[in-house]
């Protein structure tokens, strides 16, 4: 089945610096790649995903880059801000049904 | 539209007893899934189903668990005994796939503590 390992397992920037965090899957049919952020206490929310048609997908500070080849993606944070702090989730799916989740990077963006 | 609703929000329960967990989809949503988080172990999916019918549960842990879907607005995870190392979240999420659209949308979770 699909592994999908997450590193770093935490990260700490100063304010304004960028953040980047990497995900690697197994399975090549994987085609859907969500980024979930689960602040404390919180539920998962999506914050950007990726299918596997794209190579790169942006929304404001927030970008996804995808290398089908290597099976690997990436997050990338802009000019982070202290309310960016929480734990981020990556997922790989085939269908966009099944998500197998990495292990998680709790971001800490020092002010 | 409310989201995907479970109840109760918290659970405490001692060793030995059924606990039952519940959630409603989003209305429209075609499938729903069970997860459980915990520190050690992360974000594991349990089960999930599409229209009402279980497709994979190879994620349940062992026989004292088990989780139905009798209709398209309500599922239930149901432990029975629980046991202390049940302690987690569980979280269920519900999607659609009309339209190729393949968000999870995640309720607020249980936190379930046994003692």
């Known amino acids: 089945g699909e592994n999908v390992e997450q590193h770093p397992s935490t990260l700490s920037v100063q304010e304004g610096d960028s953040a980047v965090i990497k995900c690697t899957y197994s399975?090549?049919?994987?085609?859907?790649f969500p980024w979930y952020k689960q602040e404390l206490g919180k539920r998962p929310q999506l914050i950007i995903d990726?299918?596997?048609?794209?190579g790169e997908k942006k929304d404001q500070r927030i970008a996804v880059t995808l290398n089908k080849t290597a099976k690997h993606f990436s997050l990338h944070i802009t000019e982070t801000q202290p309310e960016d702090s929480a734990v981020y989730f990556c997922?790989?799916?085939?269908?966009?049904?099944?998500?197998?989740f990495g292990a998680g990077t709790i971001l800490r963006v020092k002010s | 539209d409310a989201g995907v609703i479970q109840s109760p929000r918290h659970e405490v329960t001692e060793m030995g007893q059924e606990v039952t967990l519940r959630c409603k989809p989003i209305?429209?949503?075609?499938?729903l899934f069970w997860y459980r988080q915990t520190m050690m172990r992360g974000l594991e999916l349990l089960i999930y189903?599409?229209?009402?019918?279980?497709?994979?549960d190879s994620g349940m842990p062992e026989d004292r668990f088990s989780a139905k879907m009798p209709n398209a607005s309500f599922s239930t995870l149901k432990i029975q005994p629980s046991e202390p190392r049940d302690s987690a979240v569980y979280f269920c999420?519900?999607?659609?796939?009309?339209?190729?659209?393949?968000?999870?949308?995640f309720g607020p979770g249980t936190r379930l503590t046994v003692t």
């Open positions: 999420a519900s999607s659609s796939t009309g339209g190729a659209v393949y968000e999870q949308y």
């Open positions: 209305s429209g949503h075609d499938y």
């Open positions: 399975d090549s049919a994987s085609n859907y």
């Open positions: 189903f599409n229209n009402n019918v279980p497709i994979d």
């Open positions: 997922a790989a799916s085939k269908k966009g049904n099944k998500l197998v």
């Open positions: 990726i299918r596997s048609n794209v």
